[in-house]
């Protein structure tokens, strides 16, 4: 048919394909939407990369050569996983007029800085001058990785202990709600600040030199760990707490497993050894809870005196390494009920309080003895 013999009323009744009104406004509302969204989505991520809020803690070196520009300089920034929004970045350290005071060198950044942090440290040079690496052996007590840590200039002990006492950090980690309060606990993170190799800021924050050691310890607790806690009826704050008391009784990682055997064989037969007695857990109060203590609390001291309580100690009495810790959990299989050491650092295991005894003889000959004794 011809079109130009077409009904004017057929050409009217046509759909046009122009959208419409209802449809534009439509499109209006979703691009407002998804621009809304993204920009809330935008200054949300821009907000914790500015100020290092629920970023990864990871120690990411870089160089800045000399002759980079400021935006060579943030674009390795960016690249290197130091930040995340790298606009954001470009913009703050504009209005703060300091990407042209960014100095070459070899620094040793944080992926959990502040920009503030971020944007000092290029400022003064050669950051990585200003770290320290520090090995914490396995078995060391809270007060002895707080001395450590402000002996080599990293924070002061004091802060660590009143940061500890008012941190809530069961916001950040899970297992921190496992850990009991109060009570007669003298430190209650002591056995979580787990003994590594770290790498500090000279002068950095109690808050991330507490994040060093919980993050570490949160990724080495396993699940399957988990899983033989409840096997062995133990709470994490038993086992860790079993575990120091491995660790400090322990001369090397080959007698682990029958020190723990010992205890766990007590704990099981309870009604006729109900106390574990422990010489370290005496050492522990001589040590780390008298010297800092302004009165008497010999009811703190009992409850982690093995000599004085009954079953396990109220916490932990040093901070375990994983050998220690797998010991509390797998056991040796044996039938011994006591142990001791001898000078030389020779073990004795023992069935029977008669046996016992014949140990102690042959052991004293070289010296002093320790170890689990005979119920009072």
Do not use: W
């Amino acid at each position: 048919m011809d079109r130009n013999n077409q009904n004017p009323q057929d050409r009217r009744r046509r759909p046009s394909r122009k959208p419409s009104k209802v449809s534009r406004r439509l499109l209006t509302i979703a691009a407002v939407v998804g621009v809304s969204i993204f920009l809330a989505v935008f200054a949300l991520q821009s907000f914790s990369d500015l100020f290092g809020l629920n970023q990864k803690d990871q120690q990411i070196e870089i160089t800045v050569e000399s002759g980079m520009s400021s935006r060579q300089i943030i674009n390795l920034l960016k690249d290197e996983g130091v930040i995340s929004q790298k606009l954001t970045f470009q913009l703050y350290a504009g209005l703060r007029n300091s990407t042209s005071k960014f100095k070459p060198g070899v620094y040793l950044l944080n992926s959990n800085m502040s920009y503030d942090e971020i944007i000092v440290a290029l400022q003064t040079g050669n950051e990585k001058q200003n770290t320290i690496r520090i090995t914490f052996p396995e078995g060391m007590t809270l007060r002895e990785i707080a001395n450590l840590l402000e002996e080599k200039g990293v924070c002061k002990a004091q802060d660590l202990y009143s940061y500890l006492e008012t941190a809530n950090l069961e916001e950040k980690y899970e297992f921190v709600e496992k850990i009991p309060k109060g009570g007669n606990r003298f430190r209650r993170f002591e056995g979580y600040f787990f003994p590594d190799t770290y790498d500090f800021f000279l002068g950095e924050s109690p808050e991330r030199v507490t994040a060093r050691f919980l993050d570490n310890f949160e990724s080495k607790i396993t699940n399957e760990m988990y899983a033989q806690m409840k096997n062995q009826n133990l709470t994490l704050d038993e086992a860790i707490t079993l575990a120091s008391m491995v660790q400090e009784e322990s001369s090397g990682h080959e007698e682990m497993g029958r020190v723990s055997s010992v205890f766990h064989n007590r704990l099981d037969n309870s009604v006729t050894y109900p106390r574990l007695q422990s010489d370290v857990t005496i050492f522990y109060v001589n040590r780390d809870i008298k010297p800092f203590l302004q009165v008497n609390n010999q009811e703190m001291y009992d409850a982690y005196n093995t000599y004085k309580c009954t079953g396990l100690p109220v916490g932990p009495v040093c901070n375990p390494g994983i050998d220690a810790i797998k010991a509390a959990l797998y056991p040796e299989d044996t039938d011994y009920y006591f142990f001791l050491t001898d000078a030389t650092g020779k073990f004795y295991y023992a069935k029977t309080a008669d046996q016992h005894y014949q140990n102690e003889r042959v052991a004293a000959q070289t010296g002093e003895v320790h170890g689990t004794d005979t119920q009072d």
